[in-house]
């Protein structure tokens, strides 16, 4: 038995008790004639401690020779320790060691396994399996097994039936790019790894499994980002015989049942609010409702004045922060340079500050006074002490500068508290999306979204105005999860396919066999996908996902940790029959 006990459970009902542990050496520090060691595992600390008098001397002496991370074992008799340390579990005692084995030397690690270490995130990141011996990152994959745990508990407890689905499947064109995989024994052939099991859950429901969830591995060859990784987790989940608020109903449960259960918070509602609505009032589809700055409108009281910027743009549109009517021209330069930054993309910012004494100062005081001020304090809801931010262009990309605008400010303000949970559903999204450089229409989520019944009729005359019966769940600024009531019908599904362009023999070529599942009696159903990473992170209090899983890839989609892709030898690439250029 390496140990008896682990490192963060002896406490001073352990005093006299002989024990074994094992563990690293989190820090050694050598008085002379008293030598303490930290003992670290997954668990905790516990204070060894080698005296010269009460100590063997082999052991004594071998103890010195300790450097960090090495892993040893050590018995020995907890006593209490003189010094005590409020602040840990085992600050009560120590071992005074009797036996000692080193288990395994450590080279000097390249950068300090504490909570604030000194490595750099590219070095954090070569040596991952030393990252994740520090807390921070131990917890957060601790967490999000506890997520996992929970979320399944809740959702067997309704009946849902775990089903894994294949990994190996086949390309479609509809989404993000593929990452394939050449088959050996199919010359010229390519598996492609899942984007989502959406075709499969479909077929699940039409197996008359009737409620699925998997948590499972999606992939996506997308161009990356700070925060997305190529292969990232889902919850994936499916239901037959429902309808939209049956979905809403079971997964506003689980995400409350989460909160209450890994975060002791309670939700009172969960808003629901149109893509529209969302669009025109916070710029994105995903709001952040913790704090308000909702977007005022400002073109019937900004327009036709003598200001030719507003005068030529297609919006005018504002938002009040709150309490910053006292910025000093030095911090409002600094959010018109943050805003013409070039991921923004804004060429410039008007401001307004709405003093103390209900009096307007703007930087366009020269074309508007006093009372049209007042009309915009009101529209974009400013009050005393408010600052007043304006951008004008067009209007999409006005609309998402000003999203941009709105969050910054908000972090800059502390209003983006990540101990406060703020959930909503966005629901009414368009079905389709009209894409300039092809000629054709796009499907939003996916092609096998049903449309509002209601708006059944407009497909054929105007398809563009068409609904789908889709919902995302946001929380915190942040889609967590989304998915929508799909296609049952054959016939239905085979005018989407046309909608979105494909030929016949395209569509039977791609998705041939959930058509012919559907002649075989596909019941009405539905589902949603939580993306894992994100709603742990979330929970989490944190901003990045990649502390919360335990081998992530860089911003290149790499792992430098295993350095990975790499080349693969001829012999591999020739029994693929791949030939490089």
């Not at 004639?33 to 002496?61: C, H, N, P, S």
């Not at 103890?63 to 340390?85: C, D, M, P």
Request: with cysteine.
């Amino acid at each position: 038995m390496f140990r008896s006990h682990n490192n963060g459970e002896l406490n001073a009902t352990h005093i006299t008790k002989e024990v074994t542990l094992a563990g690293w050496v989190q820090k050694s520090r050598d008085k002379g004639f008293m030598i303490w060691v930290d003992l670290r595992d997954r668990y905790g600390i516990t204070q060894l401690i080698f005296d010269e008098q009460r100590t063997d001397k082999a052991v004594f002496e071998k103890a010195k020779s300790l450097g960090r991370e090495f892993v040893i074992q050590v018995k020995g008799t907890v006593i209490e320790r003189e010094s005590k340390n409020l602040n840990m579990p085992t600050g009560d005692i120590e071992i005074l060691v009797s036996e000692l084995i080193v288990l395994n030397e450590a080279l000097l690690p390249p950068f300090t396994i504490e909570d604030e270490t000194d490595g750099g995130e590219d070095i954090r990141m070569k040596f991952r399996y030393l990252d994740i011996r520090r807390n921070p990152v131990k917890n957060s994959l601790l967490f999000r097994h506890k997520v996992a745990m929970e979320v399944r508990k809740y959702l067997s407890d309704l009946d849902f039936c775990e089903v894994e689905t294949p990994y190996l499947i086949k390309s479609t064109p509809e989404g993000a790019r593929d990452f394939v995989v050449p088959s050996r024994m199919n010359e010229g052939q390519f598996y492609a790894l899942p984007q989502s099991p959406q075709t499969f859950k479909q077929l699940l429901m039409v197996g008359g499994m009737d409620k699925y969830f998997q948590i499972v591995k999606c992939f996506r060859d997308e161009d990356l980002r700070a925060d997305r990784q190529p292969e990232f987790t889902q919850i994936d989940c499916e239901m037959a015989f429902v309808e939209q608020e049956d979905i809403l109903t079971v997964f506003e449960g689980l995400t409350r049942h989460l909160l209450k259960k890994l975060k002791n918070v309670e939700v009172a509602e969960f808003p629901r609010m149109t893509y529209d609505y969302a669009m025109k009032t916070y710029g994105n589809d995903k709001p952040d409702i913790r704090f308000d700055m909702k977007f005022g409108e400002l073109n019937q009281v900004a327009q036709h004045k003598d200001f030719g910027v507003f005068n030529s743009a297609e919006l005018v549109v504002g938002i009040a922060a709150p309490g910053c009517a006292s910025y000093t021209r030095k911090e409002i330069d600094a959010l018109i340079d943050w805003v013409k930054r070039p991921q923004v993309g804004a060429s410039g910012m008007v401001y307004v500050k709405c003093e103390e004494d209900g009096t307007f100062k703007s930087s366009v005081d020269k074309f508007y006074n006093q009372e049209d001020l007042k009309k915009w304090a009101e529209i974009t809801n400013a009050k005393s002490g408010d600052l007043i931010l304006v951008l004008s262009g067009n209007a999409d990309k006005t609309r998402t500068q000003l999203s941009a605008l709105r969050m910054e400010v908000a972090t800059r303000l502390g209003l983006r508290n990540p101990t406060e949970f703020a959930p909503l559903w966005v629901i009414d999204f368009p079905l389709l999306e009209w894409d300039e450089e092809s000629g054709r229409y796009h499907a939003m989520h996916h092609p096998f979204t049903s449309p509002k019944p209601e708006d059944m009729s407009l497909i054929a005359t105007e398809p563009g105005k068409v609904r789908a019966n889709a919902y995302d769940m946001v929380l915190n600024g942040n889609e967590i999860g989304g998915g929508s009531i799909r296609i049952h019908d054959k016939d239905l599904q085979s005018r989407m396919f046309d909608l979105l362009g494909f030929s016949k023999e395209e569509a039977q070529n791609q998705f041939g066999f959930l058509m012919n599942a559907f002649e075989f009696g596909a019941p009405p159903h539905g589902g949603l996908a939580f993306g894992l990473d994100r709603l742990v992170a979330i929970l989490g209090g944190q901003e990045t996902i990649r502390d919360f899983i335990a081998f992530p890839k860089n911003n290149s989609g790499r792992d430098v940790m295993i350095d990975a892709p790499s080349a693969i030898d001829n012999k591999q690439l020739e029994e693929l029959h791949i030939k490089l250029k």
